[in-house]
C-alpha cells in the first residue's frame, strides 16, 4: 500500500515554531477527500542522530575508540543547497546577501551540509561542513550577465524585457505606442513624420530586448535544475534555499512548474528570498530617469513598478508549490536564511495510505490544517505524484530502493539489524564489512511444489562524511526453502555479509532490505570511523 509521507512545520504569528502538537491536532486532505493519518512522528535535529554502529577491528577494536552507541555528529543528516542568482542580481543585491550569509555559518549544525550554487554556473562549492571554504566561493559571488548587456547605456528606444514582453508577447497597443513616442523623441528628435520608421525601430528593439532576457531566464533555469539534481542526489533531508531579486516569467511558464514538480517528486523543499530585501516601488531618479523622453515618462514609471512587482511572482511560485517559504519585503536577510537553512527545531511527519489511487502518474494537491482555531502558518508540501500502472513490479522495486537509500529515513516493516567490521590490511587501506541480519519470521513465502519461495534483496550504499557516494552494492538471495529448512531459519534468521574496499575516514552506511513476495521494506543506518 502507497504510504505518503507529509512533513509539517507549524509556527505562531511571530514566527516562532510551535511545538507540543499530536495526531489529533492535525488535519489532512488529498484534493477534496478528508484522510485519515495513519502514520505520525514527532522529529527533532536529533531524532535522527546515527549511532556508531558495533565496527570492529583486526583486533575487535571498536572503530574509532567510539562506544556502540555513541552518537557521531560528523555524519551528514541535512543537506542545504543556497542557490544565488547572480545573473538577476544587481551589485546591492549581491552584497548584501554575501554578508547575510556568512554570519549564517556560524549557525549550522555538525550535521548540516552546505553546497553554494549560482544560476551563471561560475561559482560553485559542493556540499561541506568547512565554513572557509564557504566563505571564499561566497565572496566571490558578484552580477554575471550572460548576454553582455551593460548596466547603465540606455539604447533607443531603452525598453524593458516587462515592456518587450507586453509588446512581442501579448500584443498591448499601449508598450509599442509608448515604444514608438519614445524613439521619435531620443532618435529622431520629435519628428512625428518619421512614425512608422520609429516603429519598426521600436519593435525590432523589443524582439532583441525579449530574446536577451528570454536567453538570461532560460540560462538560469538550466543551472536551477543542475543544482537541483546534485542536491536530489545526496542521502538525507533537503532543502534548496533560492536567493534572487526575482525575474519575469514571460513564456517560461512550463520550465517553472517542471522545477516545482522535479522538487515534488524528489522531496525537496525550495525557500526563496527576495534579494532586494525591504523595498518601495522605484520610480528612478534623476540621474536614472525611466526614460529620456518626457512624453512616456508616466508610463515608463508604471512599467518599472509592475516589472518590480512581477519578479517576485517566480519566488512565491517556487515557495509555495514546494511547501517552502517565501521570505520578502523585510530587511533582515539574516534572519531570512537562518530560517530556511537552520533544522526547526521541532516538524511533524504526517503519513496516510490514499484509498481507490488510481496509478496513474497524476498529480494530487495535499492541504494541511489544524484541527483547532488557532491562526498559525502551517508549511508543508503542496502534493504528490500517484505511481504509474505502467510500471512493472521488478521497475517499482528499483525505484523504492533508490528513494530509501536516499533518505535517512528508518523503517520497519522487516525486522533487521546492522553491524559493521573493518579490516586494515594496511595504513592507507580498509576492508568494510556490512553483516544484515534478517529476522524471517514476519517475512511472507508463496507456496509452489512444495517449497516456500521468496526474494530478498540487500541494498548496500557507503557515503562520505559529506554526503558523497562512495560505494555499495545490492545482493539477491533466492529463497526455494522445504518447510523444515524454512522452520529451522523462522528461528534463526539469515545474515547475508558483503564487503566494500574503502579508505580511512567517517562513513554513513545506509541499508535497505526488500522482499519480492509481501514488497516489505526495511532501512537503516549505521556510521562508522576508521581510523587512519
Given at each position: 500500500?502507497?504510504l505518503?509521507?507529509?512533513r509539517?512545520?507549524?509556527?505562531d504569528s511571530?514566527g516562532?515554531?510551535?511545538?507540543?502538537?499530536?495526531?489529533?491536532?492535525?488535519a489532512?486532505?488529498d484534493?477534496?477527500?478528508?484522510?485519515?493519518?495513519s502514520?505520525?512522528n514527532?522529529?527533532?535535529?536529533?531524532?535522527?542522530a546515527?549511532?556508531v554502529t558495533t565496527a570492529?577491528?583486526?583486533?575487535g577494536?571498536?572503530a574509532?575508540g567510539?562506544?556502540?552507541?555513541?552518537?557521531l555528529?560528523a555524519?551528514?543528516?541535512?543537506?542545504?543547497?543556497?542557490?544565488?542568482d547572480?545573473?538577476?542580481?544587481?551589485?546591492?543585491?549581491?552584497?548584501?546577501?554575501?554578508?547575510?550569509t556568512t554570519r549564517l555559518f556560524g549557525a549550522?549544525?555538525?550535521?548540516d551540509?552546505?553546497?553554494i550554487f549560482?544560476?551563471?554556473?561560475?561559482?560553485?562549492q559542493?556540499f561541506t561542513?568547512d565554513?572557509?571554504?564557504?566563505t571564499?566561493?561566497?565572496?566571490g559571488?558578484?552580477?554575471?550577465?550572460?548576454?553582455?548587456?551593460?548596466a547603465g547605456?540606455?539604447?533607443?528606444?531603452?525598453?524593458?524585457?516587462?515592456?518587450?514582453?507586453?509588446?512581442?508577447n501579448?500584443?498591448?497597443?499601449?508598450?509599442?505606442?509608448?515604444?514608438?513616442?519614445?524613439?521619435?523623441?531620443?532618435a529622431?528628435?520629435?519628428?512625428?513624420?518619421k512614425a512608422?520608421?520609429?516603429?519598426?525601430m521600436?519593435?525590432?528593439?523589443?524582439?532583441?530586448e525579449?530574446?536577451?532576457g528570454d536567453a538570461?531566464?532560460e540560462?538560469?533555469?538550466?543551472h536551477i535544475e543542475d543544482a537541483?539534481?546534485?542536491?536530489?542526489s545526496?542521502p538525507g533531508?533537503?532543502?534548496m534555499?533560492f536567493?534572487?531579486p526575482g525575474?519575469?516569467?514571460?513564456?517560461l511558464f512550463?520550465?517553472?512548474?517542471d522545477?516545482?514538480d522535479r522538487?515534488?517528486r524528489?522531496?525537496?523543499?525550495?525557500?526563496?528570498?527576495d534579494?532586494?530585501?525591504?523595498y518601495?516601488?522605484?520610480l528612478?531618479?534623476?540621474a536614472?530617469p525611466?526614460?529620456?523622453s518626457?512624453?512616456?515618462?508616466g508610463?515608463?514609471s508604471?512599467y518599472?513598478?509592475?516589472?518590480?512587482s512581477?519578479q517576485?511572482?517566480?519566488l512565491?511560485?517556487f515557495?509555495a508549490?514546494t511547501g517552502g517559504?517565501y521570505f520578502h519585503?523585510?530587511?533582515?536577510l539574516?534572519?531570512g536564511?537562518?530560517?530556511a537553512v537552520?533544522?526547526?527545531?521541532v516538524s511533524?511527519?504526517l503519513?496516510?495510505s490514499?484509498?481507490?489511487?488510481?496509478?496513474?502518474?497524476?498529480y494530487?494537491?495535499?492541504?494541511?490544517?489544524?484541527?483547532g482555531?488557532?491562526?498559525?502558518?502551517?508549511q508543508a508540501r503542496?502534493?504528490?505524484?500517484?505511481?504509474?500502472?505502467?510500471?512493472?513490479p521488478?521497475?517499482?522495486?528499483?525505484?523504492e530502493?533508490?528513494?530509501?537509500i536516499?533518505?535517512?529515513?528508518?523503517i520497519h516493516?522487516?525486522?533487521v539489524?546492522?553491524q559493521?567490521?573493518?579490516?586494515k590490511?594496511?595504513a592507507?587501506q580498509?576492508k568494510?564489512s556490512?553483516?544484515?541480519?534478517v529476522?524471517?519470521?514476519?517475512v511472507r513465502?508463496r507456496?509452489a511444489?512444495?517449497r516456500?519461495?521468496n526474494?530478498?534483496?540487500?541494498a548496500?550504499?557507503i557515503?562520505?562524511e559529506?554526503?558523497?557516494?562512495v560505494?555499495?552494492?545490492?545482493?539477491i538471495v533466492?529463497?526455494?526453502?522445504?518447510?523444515g529448512?524454512l522452520?529451522?531459519l523462522g528461528?534463526?534468521?539469515?545474515?547475508v555479509?558483503s564487503?566494500?574496499d574503502?579508505?580511512p575516514?567517517?562513513?554513513?552506511?545506509r541499508l535497505v532490505?526488500?522482499?519480492?513476495e509481501?514488497?516489505?521494506?526495511?532501512?537503516?543506518?549505521g556510521?562508522?570511523?576508521?581510523?587512519?
Amino acid at each position: 500500500m502507497n504510504l505518503v509521507l507529509v512533513r509539517v512545520v507549524v509556527r505562531d504569528s511571530q514566527g516562532k515554531v510551535v511545538e507540543n502538537l499530536h495526531r489529533e491536532d492535525f488535519a489532512l486532505a488529498d484534493g477534496r477527500n478528508p484522510q485519515v493519518i495513519s502514520f505520525f512522528n514527532v522529529e527533532t535535529p536529533g531524532s535522527h542522530a546515527i549511532p556508531v554502529t558495533t565496527a570492529e577491528g583486526a583486533n575487535g577494536e571498536v572503530a574509532g575508540g567510539a562506544s556502540p552507541k555513541a552518537a557521531l555528529p560528523a555524519i551528514p543528516q541535512r543537506f542545504v543547497s543556497v542557490l544565488y542568482d547572480d545573473v538577476h542580481m544587481n551589485m546591492q543585491d549581491a552584497v548584501t546577501v554575501r554578508d547575510a550569509t556568512t554570519r549564517l555559518f556560524g549557525a549550522l549544525a555538525p550535521t548540516d551540509r552546505v553546497g553554494i550554487f549560482t544560476t551563471s554556473g561560475q561559482a560553485t562549492q559542493d556540499f561541506t561542513s568547512d565554513r572557509d571554504a564557504l566563505t571564499k566561493v561566497l565572496n566571490g559571488i558578484v552580477p554575471r550577465s550572460v548576454t553582455g548587456h551593460i548596466a547603465g547605456v540606455a539604447e533607443c528606444p531603452d525598453l524593458s524585457y516587462y515592456q518587450a514582453d507586453l509588446i512581442e508577447n501579448k500584443r498591448d497597443t499601449q508598450a509599442l505606442a509608448a515604444a514608438t513616442a519614445e524613439t521619435i523623441d531620443c532618435a529622431f528628435q520629435g519628428d512625428q513624420t518619421k512614425a512608422q520608421i520609429a516603429q519598426v525601430m521600436a519593435e525590432s528593439t523589443a524582439q532583441r530586448e525579449l530574446s536577451s532576457g528570454d536567453a538570461e531566464s532560460e540560462y538560469a533555469y538550466r543551472h536551477i535544475e543542475d543544482a537541483m539534481r546534485r542536491l536530489a542526489s545526496m542521502p538525507g533531508q533537503r532543502v534548496m534555499v533560492f536567493v534572487s531579486p526575482g525575474f519575469i516569467l514571460a513564456q517560461l511558464f512550463i520550465e517553472a512548474h517542471d522545477i516545482i514538480d522535479r522538487a515534488t517528486r524528489t522531496n525537496i523543499v525550495i525557500d526563496t528570498i527576495d534579494a532586494r530585501g525591504l523595498y518601495t516601488p522605484d520610480l528612478g531618479d534623476i540621474a536614472d530617469p525611466p526614460s529620456r523622453s518626457p512624453r512616456v515618462i508616466g508610463i515608463k514609471s508604471m512599467y518599472r513598478v509592475s516589472a518590480q512587482s512581477a519578479q517576485s511572482e517566480i519566488l512565491a511560485e517556487f515557495a509555495a508549490g514546494t511547501g517552502g517559504t517565501y521570505f520578502h519585503n523585510r530587511n533582515d536577510l539574516d534572519e531570512g536564511l537562518r530560517q530556511a537553512v537552520a533544522a526547526p527545531p521541532v516538524s511533524y511527519v504526517l503519513g496516510f495510505s490514499p484509498q481507490n489511487l488510481k496509478l496513474n502518474g497524476s498529480y494530487h494537491t495535499l492541504k494541511v490544517t489544524l484541527t483547532g482555531k488557532q491562526k498559525f502558518n502551517v508549511q508543508a508540501r503542496r502534493g504528490y505524484y500517484a505511481p504509474r500502472k505502467a510500471k512493472d513490479p521488478a521497475e517499482t522495486a528499483k525505484e523504492e530502493i533508490q528513494e530509501a537509500i536516499l533518505s535517512q529515513d528508518e523503517i520497519h516493516d522487516l525486522p533487521v539489524d546492522l553491524q559493521t567490521q573493518f579490516f586494515k590490511p594496511d595504513a592507507s587501506q580498509a576492508k568494510l564489512s556490512v553483516v544484515a541480519h534478517v529476522d524471517l519470521k514476519s517475512v511472507r513465502f508463496r507456496k509452489a511444489e512444495g517449497r516456500n519461495l521468496n526474494d530478498i534483496t540487500l541494498a548496500t550504499a557507503i557515503f562520505d562524511e559529506n554526503g558523497n557516494f562512495v560505494t555499495g552494492g545490492e545482493k539477491i538471495v533466492q529463497m526455494k526453502l522445504l518447510d523444515g529448512t524454512l522452520d529451522r531459519l523462522g528461528r534463526s534468521g539469515i545474515n547475508v555479509k558483503s564487503s566494500f574496499d574503502v579508505k580511512p575516514g567517517s562513513y554513513l552506511v545506509r541499508l535497505v532490505v526488500r522482499d519480492a513476495e509481501g514488497e516489505q521494506m526495511a532501512a537503516k543506518n549505521g556510521a562508522v570511523v576508521i581510523p587512519n
